[in-house]
């Protein structure tokens, strides 16, 4: 696809379908805090889409709307929102019990649902996600809350009776941690927001929230359903420039869990200014540069499958995607030819287009950041392999397909989280098994083959350089029963719906000697209702 051809793909303010059009701009003027909605009146941000309109001046980028940038001052005010309504696990919320919580995620996710074609909308013009995607998006976020109540019920059931161990009785529960600071990612701004938010405000935790800074307007339509679900402090907006509100949040000490989906750079500077480093704990999920190895037994249809999913699905923005192929001599020209051939099927297009794969990006200078890995690999001897790779306009860029990367580029090292796809070639497997020893992210690798001596050696030198070992498959975080984290530089902590109720909250025990006038004061508490955390109650 040319230059001119992808420019004719933007559309005149007529063609845009009227059932996905935003007839007017959402500007936001209020967020919430304490349990109200706040009126706003001081300085905005401005709220481009990735779309640019065909007008009589050429191609003008859409506004969408603003909302509001607060200064740090206005972010103390909902830190202390938070610490006043957790008051030391004494507050309404961390201290009520397990059914009365689910009850209010339940309340709040009914209101969420009647809010899904607004929320879909903006997904599509917030960050460029096609239409089949941003429904997928919201859906999976509403199974993901059902599915993290389910697991929350069977933990509270196997937790709802007593042990009895060397003259001791106990029972063991699990307790909130404090405060919570959540900061989503871009790409997946609601769903992957929503896989720590839940948990953390579920386990009975208050939370302060801050939208990224591409998909911010997304969140406003849901503000009044968490305004209205839960007690007035327990769930917090804060908007603004990360490095302008952020950093006193965390110099106060006041902040007892940092929830992170981004870069590992700002992780390290924002753990850095907590002065109780020993308090802070931290759920992160951060850089990856997950490898695929095409063995010379591998499947090449399948392998140039999965590679070509894994690797371009959402335009390559995703922790997930693959982002370096390991191919072995013998097919890497077979694979470099079908890859091409399959980059070529690929429909450029917007969000609503049917059929859509490959749509603008959201970050403005990413383009250029693309265009500087491409140069930078030219100059030391790759080349774009598929006709018309890397050709840019505006916020489209055309997958490119590099071809040899070596070490000294700077695509091999660093995360491109774009539509390039970098093809290594080796001839001896301890090739790739040295990159992954020697990288300094830890996420996830796939492995493509079916000699199964081959298979094994790769797998058991990658599970202790990785979390998650695919055979014959793409990376992806699914399904969310499973584990997800990283080693190394891509993640601290684990998340799946059960481990993130535990990331969440610290077991705590009751206990007391087994004596009849303590056996006693433990069944009047449990039979007369006395606490919400020292119970009996089996919740259905």
């Given at each position: 696809?040319?230059?001119?051809?992808?420019?004719?793909?933007?559309?005149?303010?007529?063609?845009?379908?009227a059932e996905y059009n935003l007839t007017e701009p959402i500007?936001?003027?209020?967020?919430?805090?304490?349990?109200?909605?706040?009126?706003?009146?001081?300085?905005?941000?401005?709220?481009?889409?990735?779309?640019?309109?065909q007008t009589e001046n050429g191609l003008e980028q859409k506004?969408?709307?603003?909302?509001?940038?607060?200064?740090?001052?206005?972010?103390?005010?909902?830190?202390?929102?938070?610490?006043?309504?957790?008051?030391?696990?004494?507050?309404?919320?961390?201290?009520?019990?397990?059914?009365?919580?689910?009850?209010?995620?339940?309340?709040?996710?009914?209101?969420?649902?009647?809010?899904?074609?607004?929320?879909?909308?903006?997904?599509?013009?917030?960050?460029?996600?096609?239409?089949?995607?941003?429904?997928?998006?919201?859906?999976?976020?509403?199974?993901?809350?059902?599915?993290?109540?389910?697991?929350?019920?069977?933990?509270?059931?196997?937790?709802?009776?007593?042990?009895?161990?060397?003259?001791?009785?106990?029972?063991?529960?699990?307790?909130?941690?404090?405060?919570?600071?959540?900061?989503?990612?871009?790409?997946?701004?609601?769903?992957?927001?929503?896989?720590?938010?839940?948990?953390?405000?579920?386990?009975?935790?208050?939370?302060?929230?801050?939208?990224?800074?591409?998909?911010?307007?997304?969140?406003?339509?849901?503000?009044?359903?968490?305004?209205?679900?839960?007690?007035?402090?327990?769930?917090?907006?804060?908007?603004?420039?990360?490095?302008?509100?952020?950093?006193?949040?965390?110099?106060?000490?006041?902040?007892?869990?940092?929830?992170?989906?981004?870069?590992?750079?700002?992780?390290?500077?924002?753990?850095?200014?907590?002065?109780?480093?020993?308090?802070?704990?931290?759920?992160?999920?951060?850089?990856?540069?997950?490898?695929?190895?095409?063995?010379?037994?591998?499947?090449?249809?399948?392998?140039?499958?999965?590679?070509?999913?894994?690797?371009?699905?959402?335009?390559?923005?995703?922790?997930?995607?693959?982002?370096?192929?390991?191919?072995?001599?013998?097919?890497?020209?077979?694979?470099?030819?079908?890859?091409?051939?399959?980059?070529?099927?690929?429909?450029?297009?917007?969000?609503?287009?049917?059929?859509?794969?490959?749509?603008?990006?959201?970050?403005?200078?990413?383009?250029?950041?693309?265009?500087?890995?491409?140069?930078?690999?030219?100059?030391?001897?790759?080349?774009?392999?598929?006709?018309?790779?890397?050709?840019?306009?505006?916020?489209?860029?055309?997958?490119?397909?590099?071809?040899?990367?070596?070490?000294?580029?700077?695509?091999?090292?660093?995360?491109?989280?774009?539509?390039?796809?970098?093809?290594?070639?080796?001839?001896?497997?301890?090739?790739?098994?040295?990159?992954?020893?020697?990288?300094?992210?830890?996420?996830?690798?796939?492995?493509?083959?079916?000699?199964?001596?081959?298979?094994?050696?790769l797998m058991d030198v990658a599970v202790n350089q990785v979390?998650?070992?695919?055979?014959?498959?793409?990376?992806?975080?699914?399904?969310?029963?499973?584990?997800?984290?990283?080693?190394?530089?891509?993640?601290?902590?684990?998340?799946?719906?059960?481990?993130?109720?535990?990331?969440?909250?610290?077991?705590?025990?009751?206990?007391?000697?087994?004596?009849?006038?303590?056996?006693?004061?433990?069944?009047?508490?449990?039979?007369?209702?006395?606490?919400?955390?020292?119970?009996?109650?089996?919740?259905?």
């Amino acid at each position: 696809m040319t230059v001119n051809e992808i420019e004719k793909l933007f559309p005149t303010e007529e063609q845009i379908p009227a059932e996905y059009n935003l007839t007017e701009p959402i500007e936001q003027r209020e967020y919430l805090v304490n349990g109200e909605m706040r009126p706003w009146a001081r300085k905005t941000q401005d709220v481009w889409s990735p779309i640019y309109v065909q007008t009589e001046n050429g191609l003008e980028q859409k506004r969408i709307g603003s909302y509001p940038i607060t200064e740090p001052s206005d972010a103390m005010e909902v830190l202390e929102s938070a610490v006043k309504a957790y008051d030391f696990g004494r507050g309404e919320w961390p201290s009520m019990s397990v059914s009365k919580r689910i009850e209010a995620v339940e309340k709040f996710t009914q209101k969420m649902i009647t809010k899904r074609d607004e929320v879909v909308k903006l997904l599509m013009w917030e960050i460029g996600k096609s239409l089949g995607d941003s429904q997928k998006e919201f859906d999976r976020t509403v199974q993901y809350i059902y599915d993290t109540i389910g697991a929350l019920k069977d933990i509270d059931r196997t937790s709802s009776r007593f042990m009895i161990e060397e003259g001791i009785i106990g029972q063991v529960r699990r307790s909130p941690l404090g405060v919570v600071l959540c900061m989503g990612p871009f790409n997946y701004p609601l769903n992957e927001t929503f896989t720590t938010l839940i948990p953390a405000l579920i386990m009975g935790n208050v939370v302060c929230f801050k939208p990224p800074k591409h998909g911010t307007l997304l969140h406003y339509p849901l503000l009044e359903a968490f305004r209205t679900s839960f007690p007035a402090g327990v769930i917090n907006t804060v908007y603004g420039r990360g490095n302008s509100v952020i950093p006193q949040m965390m110099e106060s000490g006041k902040i007892d869990v940092l929830t992170l989906i981004g870069s590992s750079k700002v992780a390290d500077q924002l753990k850095k200014l907590h002065p109780k480093v020993n308090r802070l704990r931290a759920i992160l999920g951060l850089d990856a540069k997950n490898a695929a190895i095409v063995t010379q037994s591998a499947d090449l249809e399948l392998a140039v499958k999965e590679c070509m999913l894994g690797s371009l699905s959402f335009n390559g923005q995703r922790c997930t995607a693959l982002k370096i192929m390991w191919v072995h001599k013998s097919l890497v020209d077979q694979f470099n030819a079908r890859m091409a051939e399959e980059i070529g099927k690929l429909k450029l297009g917007l969000m609503w287009d049917k059929g859509v794969n490959i749509t603008p990006l959201p970050e403005p200078n990413k383009p250029a950041y693309l265009k500087e890995l491409i140069d930078d690999a030219k100059t030391h001897g790759a080349s774009v392999i598929n006709e018309n790779g890397g050709e840019t306009v505006k916020s489209f860029v055309y997958p490119a397909l590099l071809y040899p990367v070596t070490k000294e580029m700077k695509i091999w090292h660093e995360e491109q989280f774009g539509p390039v796809v970098p093809v290594v070639p080796f001839s001896n497997i301890q090739q790739p098994i040295d990159y992954l020893l020697e990288s300094s992210h830890g996420q996830q690798v796939s492995i493509f083959g079916k000699d199964i001596s081959q298979i094994t050696k790769l797998m058991d030198v990658a599970v202790n350089q990785v979390s998650r070992v695919n055979i014959n498959s793409q990376c992806q975080r699914g399904p969310d029963s499973f584990p997800f984290t990283g080693r190394k530089d891509s993640a601290e902590g684990t998340l799946s719906v059960t481990a993130a109720l535990r990331s969440f909250s610290i077991r705590t025990v009751v206990a007391t000697k087994d004596t009849a006038e303590n056996k006693a004061i433990i069944n009047q508490i449990v039979e007369n209702h006395e606490s919400n955390f020292l119970s009996t109650k089996f919740i259905f």
